[in-house]
């Protein structure tokens, strides 16, 4: 079994976005990063994300709403940043609490930046396998890993277990794009032990800490972990793991960002 670690894709991006930022001629590109509640899973995001934002040389600002916050309240506060001209990009911790219409807001968000690809318009791009938008950060960034690792997609059985939209659906499509053969795990997979462990390369995005054991894995797989997982002792990200190349994709998403924004091109 191979496990691989993210760290040092992370510092690869940061080469990558150090050089789309000398292009902006010294202008600064700034994230919004919008909260509702506090989860201790998005407050760790959070967190990660100030300190990539501050380590890549760029600027972010929280912004953040009580949990009990009314749907008509939220929408309005979330249109001033949305149409604040000193913000590049958005990150939209989710899923928000129950009164407010998630759906509303994927609509109203500027697919220009939403870098986390939660607009209609971004994530249709991902499904017709295009790249001009903005793909979910995740999903990206477990194949800026697998680049980075020199492991290669074209024609490999892959399996994803998990099919959520913010992670598990998006990146099947990324695979798919690369050329990859996915088959995509849930909860009703039949014989799930045996598809993942048939698989070379296996991500796992199900949420669940430790689902993941030895009856899954094939001989010399490649097994990525995307997990951030809370259990009663708090919030347990990877280490090195997935999240710090998220953050990282963030990042040059802010940047590509900035720079259609201000003109200097794609
Ligand atoms: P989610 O919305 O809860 O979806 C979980 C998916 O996994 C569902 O499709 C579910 O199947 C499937 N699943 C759950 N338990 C399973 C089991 N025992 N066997 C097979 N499939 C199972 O979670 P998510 O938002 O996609 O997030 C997935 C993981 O990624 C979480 O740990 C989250 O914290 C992490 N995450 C990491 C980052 C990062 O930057 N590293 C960012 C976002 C999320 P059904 O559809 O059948 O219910």
């Given at each position: 079994?191979?496990?691989l670690k993210?760290?040092?894709?992370?510092a690869?991006i940061?080469e990558?976005v150090?050089?789309?930022?000398?292009?902006?001629?010294g202008a600064?590109?700034?994230?919004?990063?919008?909260r509702v509640?506090e989860?201790?899973?998005?407050?760790?995001y959070?967190?990660?994300a100030l300190?990539?934002?501050e380590?890549?040389?760029?600027?972010?600002?929280s912004f953040s709403?009580s949990?009990d916050?009314s749907?008509e309240?939220f929408q309005a506060e979330?249109?001033?940043i949305?149409?604040?001209p000193?913000?590049?990009?958005?990150?939209?911790l989710?899923?928000?609490?129950?009164q407010?219409?998630?759906?509303?807001?994927e609509h109203?968000i500027?697919?220009?930046?939403?870098?986390d690809g939660?607009?209609?318009?971004?994530?249709?791009?991902?499904f017709?396998g295009?790249?001009?938008?903005f793909?979910?950060?995740?999903?990206?960034?477990?194949?800026?890993?697998?680049?980075?690792?020199?492991?290669?997609?074209s024609?490999?059985?892959?399996?994803v277990v998990?099919?959520?939209i913010?992670?598990?659906?998006?990146?099947?499509?990324l695979l798919?794009?690369?050329n990859a053969t996915?088959t995509?795990?849930?909860t009703?997979?039949?014989?799930?032990e045996?598809?993942?462990?048939d698989?070379?390369i296996l991500?796992?995005?199900a949420?669940?800490a430790?689902?993941?054991?030895?009856?899954y894995?094939?001989?010399?797989a490649?097994?990525?972990?995307v997990?951030?997982?809370v259990?009663?002792?708090?919030t347990t990200?990877v280490?090195g793991?997935?999240?710090?190349?998220?953050?990282?994709v963030l990042?040059k998403h802010l940047?590509t960002?900035?720079?259609r924004q201000r003109?200097?091109g794609?």
């Open positions: 079994m191979i496990t993210g760290a040092a894709v992370s690869k940061k990558e150090t050089e789309l930022l000398r292009e902006l001629a600064v590109p700034k994230l919004a990063i919008v509640g989860r201790p899973d998005d407050m760790s959070e967190r990660g300190k990539k934002m380590n890549f040389g760029l600027q972010a600002e709403f949990a916050i749907n309240e979330f249109k001033k949305n149409e604040n000193d913000i590049d990009g958005i990150l939209l989710r899923p928000l609490p129950k407010i219409n998630e759906r509303d807001i109203m500027d697919p220009e930046k939403d870098l939660i607009s209609p318009e971004n994530i249709a791009q991902v017709a295009v790249n001009e938008g793909a979910p950060c995740t999903a990206e960034a477990v194949i800026e890993v697998l680049k980075a690792n020199d492991i290669s997609l024609g490999k059985r892959v399996s998990g099919r959520s913010v992670v598990g659906r998006p990146l099947s499509m798919l794009k690369e996915v995509i795990c849930h009703r997979t039949k014989e799930i045996k598809t993942c462990r698989a070379e991500i796992a995005a949420g669940q430790k689902m993941i054991d030895a009856s894995v094939g001989a010399d490649v097994v990525i972990d997990g951030i997982n259990d009663q002792d708090g990200p280490p793991g997935v999240g710090a190349v998220t953050t990282a990042a940047v960002a900035a720079r003109g200097s794609k």
